[in-house]
């Protein structure tokens, strides 16, 4: 027989059961794109573990790679990282008479946690298994740092150590691509 009748083609003949079913599966599709690669190991904050570093801590070697970095309170609870301008930003950038002079010659490149960090960062997860902050780890910071080229990796290496352990490989992947761009 055949079915002329529009209404009877289609997700128009689906049943209710089966229409549920498929908005479900459209709905775990665009729910899936919202989530981050390897996304189960970084909501697993065991896999974070790793040696533990005061915020204090952190700053010391900081200043140990780089002199010139300044610290300063952020949002409450944290604190920015600010490095030196290079003489190109400088010239661009405008100076503020309303800012301090640090202000005019600093540029934020992340912060942190005024608590103990993790060496690795991990997430937290909402009740749909999306990520909904991050838990940011000291490594994170330095990769801050690097990309903004406000430290380098031998001075992170030097001052830090080399990255080891289960999580390592997140610590890897980006110094590795890190290194392909700058190239």
Not at 108 to 135: C, K, M, Q
Not at 168 to 173: A, G, K, L, M, P
């Amino acid at each position: 027989m055949l079915v002329t009748s529009i209404n009877q083609l289609g997700d128009r003949a689906l049943s209710p059961e089966e229409s549920v079913l498929k908005l479900r599966e459209e709905n775990d599709s665009l729910l899936e794109s919202r989530r981050l690669h390897r996304q189960a190991e970084l909501a697993d904050p065991n896999r974070s573990a790793g040696p533990r570093m005061y915020c204090n801590e952190l700053i010391r070697r900081l200043r140990l790679c780089n002199p010139h970095l300044l610290f300063r309170d952020g949002t409450p609870g944290n604190i920015a990282v600010y490095a030196r301008k290079n003489r190109a930003e400088l010239e661009h950038d405008e100076s503020d008479p309303t800012r301090p002079d640090w202000h005019n010659d600093h540029r934020y490149v992340g912060g942190f946690a005024a608590d103990w960090l993790p060496e690795y960062s991990h997430i937290e997860v909402d009740a749909r298994n999306l990520p909904t902050r991050e838990i940011r780890g000291w490594r994170s910071v330095l990769l801050a740092l690097i990309k903004a080229k406000a430290i380098s990796i031998d001075s992170a290496n030097k001052h830090f150590g080399r990255a080891s352990g289960q999580r390592s490989w997140s610590w890897y992947e980006q110094i590795k691509s890190f290194k392909e761009q700058s190239n």
